[in-house]
């Protein structure tokens, strides 16, 4: 079954577009910002949210770095695997990912020869999980579950990834 934070928070009622942004440091490819917007759409179509890149980063409702080690948030990366990406309940919107990992972006992670390879967009989809409101689900099919087998993309939201996110939205 899924959960939620303490207090439920979400989003609010009037905030049915979020925005979100690049750091501006990373200088992601298109290939890469498709990714996460594929990672989006999987939350927009079991919503009434929507969501919009806007180059303001610190504007931006959700902010999306790749950073490596300590960087300034108290809550460091370390290296290949381990962590591999953290955001947080709403509406912090900050959602960071670990620069070190093998990161795939495009073609089968399944079929990586490296046996470090992680999914960008499996990832995506978890860590947008949380930034709406949603904490680990029980359910081991679901995109929520806490753990991932290395090299396994699992995108596509489960019966209870949505009763999850239907409940609060
Ligand atoms: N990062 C943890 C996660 O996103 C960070 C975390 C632990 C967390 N407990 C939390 C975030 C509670 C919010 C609320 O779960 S991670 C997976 C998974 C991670 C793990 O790097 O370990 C995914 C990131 F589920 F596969 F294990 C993404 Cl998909
Ligand atoms: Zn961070
Ligand atoms: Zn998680």
Redesign the pocket.
Known sequence: HFSL?PGQPRWPEGMQELTYAFFPGNELSDTVKGVFAAAFARWSEVTPLTFRETAAYFGADIRIGFFSGDHGDGEPFDGIL????????PTNGRFHL?AAEDWVVSGDVEKSALSTAVDLE??A???IG?LLGL??SSVEEA??????SSRRK?VVLAEDDIQGIQFLY
């Open positions: 934070f381990g962590t591999l990406a953290h955001a947080f309940s670990d499996s990832v989809v978890h860590e949380h904490g680990h995109v929520m579950f806490p753990t991932i699992k």
